[in-house]
């Protein structure tokens, strides 16, 4: 079983739609938990982390987690071609150290 | 603010040639260090990391090694490359503070291609 798991995709929405981002995650201690995007052929960079059940809200990105379904979920509002990019997970908690587990990442498509 | 530097940008090198990837963080201490590998469509693999000085732990056993000669510098070396070498290699920082790990913030990359 992996440690954190994302649907691959791609994911397809309209410009102006919401996009909603999925992760599920083995590790029922986790407690740290970020989502990053990446560009094609470029590093990733942070968008948001949570480390408390509920929702997290930082502009168009909202962050949901919920640690008894251990879900952690991304929704991107008003979504934008600048947002087409893969978009992945990462967990870190006590029982991984100092680890990051990251997810392979969704591909996320904003059609014009 | 804290700041990474990685290079170079791209490599380009002939199987059975040595390697040495460097990485450095400004504006913070003792951070936490990470060499990760993304290959082509691929997620991120973590190679190497490591909480201090010449502190280093290996996730994945292959002809690749990593020092930390300084406590804000990190080096990934090979003495002999391989094809399956090639990759996205990926530098990044985090910090330890109240029971937590800071987000990983990572460098702009290194794109080997082993020839």
């Known amino acids: 079983q992996k440690e954190v798991e994302q649907n691959s995709g791609p994911l397809s929405v309209p410009e102006g739609a919401i996009a909603s981002l999925n992760c599920t995650y083995s590790d029922r201690g986790s407690q740290s938990f970020f989502w990053y995007r990446q560009y094609s052929g470029k590093s990733p960079e942070l968008i948001m982390f949570?480390?408390?059940?509920g929702d997290k809200e930082d502009g168009r990105f909202t962050a949901q987690l919920n640690k008894a379904s251990q879900y952690v979920s991304l929704l991107i509002r008003d979504s934008q071609p600048s947002d087409s990019a893969t978009y992945l997970c990462?967990?870190?908690?006590?029982?991984?150290?100092?680890?990051?587990?990251f997810g392979t990442g969704t591909s996320l498509t904003v059609i014009p | 603010s804290q700041t990474i530097h990685q290079w170079p940008a791209t490599l380009v090198q002939p199987v059975g040639s040595p390697l040495s990837l460097e990485c450095t963080v400004e504006?913070?201490?003792?951070?936490?260090l990470y060499w990760y590998r993304q290959a082509a469509g691929r997620g991120l693999q973590l190679l190497f990391y490591?909480?201090?000085?010449?502190?280093i732990s290996s996730e994945v056993p292959q002809n690749l090694s990593a020092s930390r000669p300084q406590d804000r510098q990190f080096i990934l070396s090979s003495k002999k490359l391989l094809l399956s070498d090639s990759g996205f290699y990926l530098c990044?920082?985090?910090?330890?503070?109240?029971?937590?790990?800071?987000?990983?913030?990572f460098g702009n990359g290194t794109r080997l291609t082993v020839t």
């Open positions: 490591s909480v201090g000085i010449g502190q």
């Open positions: 949570i480390y408390s059940n």
């Open positions: 504006g913070t201490s003792n951070p936490n």
């Open positions: 990044a920082w985090s910090k330890w503070k109240k029971g937590y790990n800071s987000p990983l913030h």
């Open positions: 990462a967990v870190n908690g006590p029982n991984t150290g100092n680890q990051f587990y």
